[in-house]
């Protein structure tokens, strides 16, 4: 019966079974960082050390002496560090962490002989080696980056500590030490020097091993993390590039998002047949593609499962920004994943526009209020551009650019006038002053990628902000108009991000819940020009194509949020480095963290 209540015994056979071997990785995860924080709190109060928690808080070594304090916050700060990897299936955490509990037992029971930390050892590390299979990422990106915030971030962490560990002995403590000495007498311990403060007993020895311990961690884990070799974030390869233009000549009509994968920032798997491909980039741990699948439809489903081993391999969280709804089917049919509705993308049909109609009122006297002042327009082919003019056009978008960092990752190239994009179309407007400034007549700019052989796709909007408001209408309105004659019988605009929400949040009889989620989405555009995008893209009447976000578990929702702002370059989480642990440039390469055939095979086997 589907009702039937559960027996005892099968109850009493789950527990001693112990949980799913997928969910193991994420059970011993939780479980380090608690015993790391317990085992911390063990080190640094002496109270602590003797209460009813402390078995739970002995997994590694927690002896009353100088060198159980100091063993306790080494193991304690070493099990938060691992909990994380342990979480992601890391293969080099497993491997610290089987190291780490035995070495901590026996550190315990030499130093303390304590059994019960021995077995609670022991008992952690049983399901480590039983599930060591489950334990098989591969390293992610990383640069050197890394250890200059790992410095940062374990310096902090180690003065907070060691501020603690000197306070919590007042009554051993010798005199009344000030906040300046209590702090002095950290950084000199950090380094392995006796500070001002003095304690009675062997406490002196307990405050300075339990400094010296935070001093040596968090010089080893940066030192480690500044030389160890480097697994370099992905970049396309020329071979690459050639098989995704050859994809792209036969294919490219289906998505207008198509030729961004050309971005050489980003990495591709390719379907066994070669037919069709997927271009990604990893930002914070997740495995992020955008737009749908290049190439033949039917071929597809094959670079997708290899996708999804890759993401597999290394304990990516994979991710698809702005698929379309077509990918949305084929993406949620492979692999199992959910869709959501992101936004719609504003595509223009040449043959219907016009600047005819009441409706396009606006735009039309905001264009010609703009000639009338002088301004004139050029629309053109990459290729039919001099150099000389090309290298003006660049400097310039790249001094019009309202940041500090390129933005964009899903509907952004990231180059103007290379060699290799003589398709691409680039409108400019010009205007005729008595004193040109450093550009020479040139006010603004509009840059387009090819959308197969009969499409141009936006791609950035650049104007010299002394210019006359309105550059962004008049060259969207030239290009739409010199079009015909290029080719081109759609546009692709920008996307909107939650158009439906805006549109359907401010017409009349719309709920409460759906006014709320409107003024949000209002209130939020101050940062992320959300309603100012939808109302500029209605500007040109266009027909709207839905775009969807493709993820694994509401859970993540977050997580890819941040990622894709990361790789938008709303938000920036990277240090700056100094100049000795920078990368240096290098040609294009395979980065080292791709599958290899047999990989692949393995991780699909298992």
């Known amino acids: 019966m589907s009702g039937e209540v559960p ?31 317990l085992d911390i709190a063990a080190g640094v109060f002496p109270r602590f050390r003797h209460s009813r928690m402390h078995a739970l808080a002995e997994v590694l070594p927690g002896a009353l002496g100088p060198f159980a304090a100091a063993l306790a916050l080494s193991t304690g700060v070493l099990l938060l560090l691992l909990a994380h990897g342990l979480k992601r299936r890391k293969r080099r955490a497993w491997r610290a962490a089987v190291v780490l509990l035995p070495a901590g037992a026996m550190s315990q029971f030499v130093y303390r002989h304590s059994v019960i930390g021995v077995l609670i050892s022991v008992a952690l590390l049983l399901p480590l080696l039983r599930h060591r299979d489950e334990f098989s990422a591969l390293p992610d990106p990383r640069s050197r980056w890394r250890a200059l915030a790992n410095f940062v971030l374990m310096a902090a962490g180690s003065l907070v500590l060691g501020l603690l560990i000197v306070s919590v002995h007042p009554n051993r403590t010798i005199g009344d030490p000030s906040v300046a000495d209590r702090l002095t007498h950290v950084i000199y311990g950090l380094f392995g020097f006796e500070g001002p403060m003095n304690y009675e007993g062997n406490t002196s ?13 968090t010089a080893v884990t940066t030192i480690y993390l500044a030389f160890r070799p480097e697994h370099p974030a992905a970049r396309l390869t020329e071979e690459d590039e050639v098989r995704l233009r050859a994809l792209l000549e036969k294919h490219g009509r289906r998505d207008s998002l198509g030729h961004f994968a050309l971005r050489r920032d980003k990495a591709v798997v390719f379907s066994p047949s070669g037919k069709a491909a997927v271009t990604y980039r990893v930002v914070s741990g997740v495995m992020l593609a955008s737009g749908d699948p290049i190439g033949d439809v039917e071929a597809w489903p094959g670079a997708i499962e290899r996708f999804m081993d890759e993401a597999k391999a290394h304990s990516w969280t994979p991710a698809v920004m702005g698929c379309s709804e077509t990918g949305g089917e084929v993406w949620t049919r492979e692999t199992g994943l959910d869709a959501l509705e992101l936004g719609d993308e504003a595509v223009v049909d040449v043959a219907d526009f016009s600047l005819a109609g009441r409706a396009m009122r606006n735009v039309r006297q905001m264009v010609k209020r703009i000639e009338r002042a002088g301004y004139e327009t050029r629309v053109r082919r990459i ?4 150099e000389a003019e090309l290298e003006r056009i660049r ?19 990231g180059r103007i006038g290379d060699p290799s994009d003589g398709d691409c179309l680039i409108a400019t407007a010009h205007k005729a002053d008595e004193q040109p400034g450093p550009y020479g007549d040139l006010k603004a700019i509009l840059h387009f990628v090819p959308w197969g052989t009969d499409g141009a796709s936006l791609d950035l909007m650049r104007r010299d902000r002394s210019a006359d408001p309105g550059m962004n209408e008049l060259l969207i309105v030239a290009a739409l108009q010199a079009a015909p004659k290029l080719g081109v019988s759609r546009v692709s605009l ?3 991000m939650f158009r439906s929400a805006l549109a359907r949040g401010e017409k009349i009889g719309a709920g409460p819940v759906l006014r709320a989620w409107r003024g949000l989405l209002v209130f939020l555009s101050r940062w992320f ?13 266009p027909r709207w194509e839905p775009r969807f976000v493709v993820y694994r578990a509401s859970g993540d929702l977050p997580r890819i949020g941040l990622a894709a702002m990361q790789a938008e370059g709303f938000v920036n989480l990277a240090l700056p480095l100094p100049r000795f642990l920078r990368r240096r440039s290098a040609a294009a390469r395979p980065c080292s963290h791709r599958l290899a055939e047999h990989d692949v095979r393995d991780v699909r086997a298992a």
């Open 395 to 413: 400097q310039a978008a790249e001094d019009w650019r309202g940041t500090d960092t390129e933005r964009g990752f899903s509907m952004a190239l």
């Open 7 to 37: 027996s005892r015994s099968s109850v009493a056979q789950r527990v001693f079974r112990g949980p799913r071997p997928e969910a193991v990785p994420a059970v011993i995860g939780r479980a380090c960082a608690l015993v790391g924080v």
């Open 205 to 217: 020895w307990t405050v300075a091993f339990s400094l010296g311990a935070l001093g040596w961690l």
């Open 529 to 541: 020009q959300i309603e100012s995008l939808y109302k500029f893209n209605a500007k040109f009447q």
């Open 494 to 496: 920008n996307f909107a």
């Open 383 to 386: 290729r039919d551009v001099g």
